[in-house]
């Protein structure tokens, strides 16, 4: 049976194109449903307030740091969305007087231009720079890590990637994307040899860190929630990580306060994850794979999936 046409984005594959059991099974899920579908290698944690939410978040990144020593470096890989953790992470450092010059960061991913290169710190949606500005600049200078030790998807792609082989990752943090992705592993367009199906879950698997078209979904959320809508500023293409690297790290962790996507994404993926569903017209859905994912929620914020007119 051929698969739907995507609703939002004739020209890609997204969710919308999955079988429609799938999406009748999501709908009907409820927020006490979510917290039963963990099962050994995907934990779900829930959180009652946004305080013990974003300190979690925090801590990742402390206990990841406290593990690196000079002969064997560790680090994490950070998101931008959400960023209210890292503050946090910079006061916790600060307080507790860490030692972080042998830790290592990985930023995810960053904005590229119409010529195909990243774009400058200045820029104002730049994600190095965000990282930099909220986290790594209010660090106190004998505490920080060396600028070589903050990794970020610009220049030499290879390098970036080769760095996952040299440095432990203990944890790829991420947000959850209104399009289901980490980083901008964004669904592939509908064209060429994808035009009847998307690629296989093995096949979307072999993607490593690389420049990648933007779903208009993702365009649009960014233009949302970064830019006060306007598209014309957000650039439609980006580098990434890839699963390639994700896989690498020993933890992927998923941070949804319900701010980046809705009731219905939230469930989709943590069902498919649960049941062992993965489809690369939702990104998210191929950590089922992954051998240690924890899907972290702000309770309050995984609200009902509803038919209601405002």
């Excluded at 690297?245 to 306060?257: G, L, M, P, R, Y």
């Amino acid at each position: 049976m051929s698969r739907s046409i995507s609703k939002v984005a004739p020209g890609w594959w997204d969710y919308t194109t999955l079988d429609s059991e799938i999406l009748d099974d999501t709908a009907r899920v409820t927020a006490r449903d979510i917290e039963q579908l963990a099962r050994p290698g995907f934990r779900v944690v829930m959180y009652d307030s946004l305080e013990d939410f974003y300190l979690a978040e925090a801590l990742e990144y402390i206990s990841a740091w406290k593990q690196s020593t000079a002969d064997n470096p560790a680090g994490i890989c950070g998101p931008i969305g959400p960023t209210e953790q890292l503050p946090l992470v910079a006061r916790l450092v600060n307080e507790l007087e860490l030692d972080i010059r042998s830790a290592h960061f990985w930023g995810m991913d960053e904005w590229v231009d119409a010529q195909g290169v990243s774009v400058p710190a200045t820029h104002p949606l730049s994600f190095a720079r965000a990282d930099m500005a909220l986290c790594f600049d209010r660090i106190k200078p004998e505490l920080q890590m060396p600028e070589s030790h903050l990794h970020f998807p610009t220049g030499d792609l290879e390098a970036y990637s080769n760095s996952y082989d040299e440095i432990r990752c203990l944890v790829m943090q991420g947000g959850q994307g209104d399009v289901k992705h980490w980083a901008f592993n964004d669904p592939p367009k509908r064209e060429g040899q994808y035009q009847d199906a998307p690629p296989s879950p093995e096949e979307y698997r072999k993607l490593k860190t690389r420049v990648t078209d933007l779903h208009p979904m993702t365009i649009i959320q960014n233009a949302r929630t970064s830019g006060g809508g306007q598209v014309a500023l957000v650039p439609t293409r980006a580098a990434t990580v890839g699963p390639v690297e994700t896989w690498k790290a020993e933890k992927v962790s998923i941070w949804q306060a319900g701010n980046h996507d809705n009731p219905f994404g939230m469930r989709l993926t943590t069902l498919m994850i649960s049941k062992k569903l993965p489809d690369p017209s939702v990104p998210m859905s191929l950590l089922a794979d992954h051998p240690n994912v924890q899907f972290n929620f702000y309770r309050p914020g995984i609200g009902v999936v509803e038919t209601e007119m405002h």
